[in-house]
């Protein structure tokens, strides 16, 4: 197998088990790459619940969400939101679709969710909230079940790593898998810590914008520093699957 | 044994422990499932904590809570809340009475209980509550200790797949046990996602109508499409008892 | 050894697991019961964390805290507790104190703990809080250190089973193990459900005096009904110390 | 190896371990100890996760956080808190750097977190809040770079036990590790039930300067006492690590 996609079909499988085993997704939620040879699909597990999920597991998909190679397995009712995703943004690698409980709150008040703690800082000064409401009416399953409900998603997400889905989830999309499964672990992390805060009643210290901007830009948390690896690797140990851990060239991450 | 009844005993077996594995029950709240061949009797273990049920548990009893076949284990004290429903409602195949504790504040203060998250939408858009001390004053034990309260609950549930019990638990009702077993699992996980809503004092989108019928109309939640029964299978697994699920064809389930 | 008192050495180290595994003891609380041949001495373990106590832990001591046959190993400080109510109250045989954070919040506010879940009914509609400071001033360690400091605490608790101790913890006080282990751990549980009630801003129902009464009066919840025992022995299998149950003969438990 | 070294190795690991078991750090957060022999150098362990930290991985560094003896594996980014504490306060022996986040809304608001239950005495009555931006300007990572932030820091730590660092964790500083664990652990507990207190809306009791004075001149809570040792020994058995304990002379432990 070609070492590119050998690696992008390790790093779904560790992110499946790390989501799963941080609680950020249970039997649902999704995560995929998009395919390192042919960047108009992507690879996803079919629909399994993520804790079980193996490299036998991952199927290829076209944009459009129809599985390839003849693949008959069931997939994911939802994985529009990672073709249409992958469509719209050409600089993403990886999305991952879940339901942390923490974050719904924000989803459903119009209470902005916004980093509050150094270690949240990927989801920004702002996250957009998606309503499927709006656009498609209050009998819909809330599920995104055809690619034009993917592409209105992917159209709220815009430029950003994280959007809401109102009383659904969050949508997560990243250069690389490491930076998103981060995103997705930290935004509960961080909801949780806002949700605390706000019960105080005071001016909270939100992360200001030159902060977010350093700590976006090639610096401690990008996926090829050496902080953000060690969780990477911190994460797949508890979760039982560091076999899949590429062997490492300390020399090639950046020490900081 | 007739295959209708081992599928029946099984499934009260994997409910029980599921239950208790997700936290819903502990020491105490039970499981049980109308006899798929007599419909005015019930299956249920007797007096044993959900955790440790196996097939041998189970107990048949009449509507009325009496053990049959002579049965002389110890029943629960409670099992007249699953007679008086089945009595009550013919459509119902499986009943649940557990105390979550997330759930018992909704149950004390008047305030309601109602679906905001994607995956409570069987609970729905009203959740009666049912006080003991309405009908039978302030000196009960708050147990339902006998039909008349039972009939009494079973009245107050109405045609609802969930109602509270007043500063005691729930008590859900369902046409399959997959189903039963989601709504106890997703009204502790909506109960947490509501309070902390509550708490930003804002207007907050509960889940329309239309969105709770769409979702509860043999859609994405049935008991026989893929999504649910991928729950069902996750929940088995993480609980160890997935040795007791049915050989699984998955050409008998909707791919959706 | 005198079945009595084999008995009751089992049920000392039973519940100082069972309490550990429940997450109401960690390194710190202690439990105690009343020497069953000489009511004027009490066993409990020396110094040790509870989650690591066997029957070769347990000392005896006088009602004054003093260890006795000679026992060398160091006693815990804070065991004037035990004497102190033992001294008091001489329907008590088993004493627990211990530091549930989520009861310590009432303990320090004026808010007072009540009873508002069925089973922690136990607690009662009022439970008193016993502030060191208001006689020993404040400078102390807020450890009872002393057995004048020990007869304060249980001259608040009086005929009650539960008194919060300010900024520090609980002293629960029973005729049985069974019943103060049930009253430590539905404590918590009745705070965290309390607590979350409050936030509603509405009128809670609490339980009354009668159904207290109910439920207190050799009723459900008596430590030789089956239903209370079958929490007990859940209890102990969950924290690995079922080993240590006596022989159960189900004929001697009231089927209720 | 001296013993005195040995000893300071063992207990950089144990604390490592516990911290990581207890929740207080996980793939962030590091701990030190000041070099027993040499008290212009600290130990710590290179850039490893804490639950993964063994003896080999503990490196030396000086007070301006350049390792010595050659040692070329990535050091932790912020290790300059830690030199610049030992540098500034000649009585530390012990620093934490986490991020619980229970601790994290105090940090963001000016909510003050001060001590209100016994087990936290040592965090004290006033707890100094570290904002990098008040001297470093809101484009910083806000993370501690160098050494002149790590002063910075350590000057507002001043004589107390921790501070918080505004948007981002705490630093924790005591004469032994023993401590510096111990306040690490419970300024989070102290930290949950003073947010929950608050909920209340009424004056709360917290910890005066004489409970808290009494409790930290060499009483219970120094680190030789028996009371704290065991919980050193709990936290060390539960992290699986009580095979570093140095074998235990009890006869040198205060038995209070």
Not at 204 to 232: C, K, M, P, Q, T
């Amino acid at each position: 197998m070609d070492p590119k996609l050998d690696l992008a079909i390790r790093e779904v499988v560790i992110a499946n088990r790390i989501l799963a085993h941080e609680n950020i997704v249970d039997a649902s939620g999704h995560v995929s790459a998009r395919h390192p040879l042919h960047p108009d699909r992507f690879l996803i597990s079919w629909s399994r619940s993520p804790e079980h999920v193996t490299r036998e597991d991952i199927m290829e998909c076209s944009l459009d969400g129809s599985p390839l190679n003849g693949d008959k397995r069931p997939p994911y009712k939802e994985r529009f939101i990672h073709g249409a995703i992958y469509e719209t943004r050409l600089d993403v690698k990886a999305v991952v679709h879940a339901h942390p409980e923490e974050v719904l709150p924000f989803s459903v008040t119009g209470e902005p969710l916004r980093a509050l703690i150094s270690s949240a800082s990927m989801i920004g000064t702002h996250v957009p909230v998606w309503d499927i409401a709006d656009k498609f009416g209050d009998e819909t399953s809330l599920l995104v079940e055809n690619i034009e409900q993917g592409r209105d998603l992917a159209k709220c997400l815009g430029n950003y790593n994280l959007t809401l889905m109102a009383a659904h989830g969050i949508a997560a999309a990243c250069p690389t898998m490491i930076e998103v499964v981060r995103v997705a672990v930290y935004a509960a992390r961080n909801a949780r810590v806002q949700m605390a805060a706000m019960q105080f009643g005071k001016k909270i210290r939100f992360l200001s914008e030159g902060e977010v901007n350093v700590r976006g830009a090639g610096g401690y948390f990008a996926a090829d520093s050496h902080g953000i690896y060690r969780a990477w690797e911190y994460w797949a140990l508890r979760a039982g699957c560091a076999d899949l851990l590429p062997e490492r060239d300390e020399s090639t991450l950046r020490t900081i």
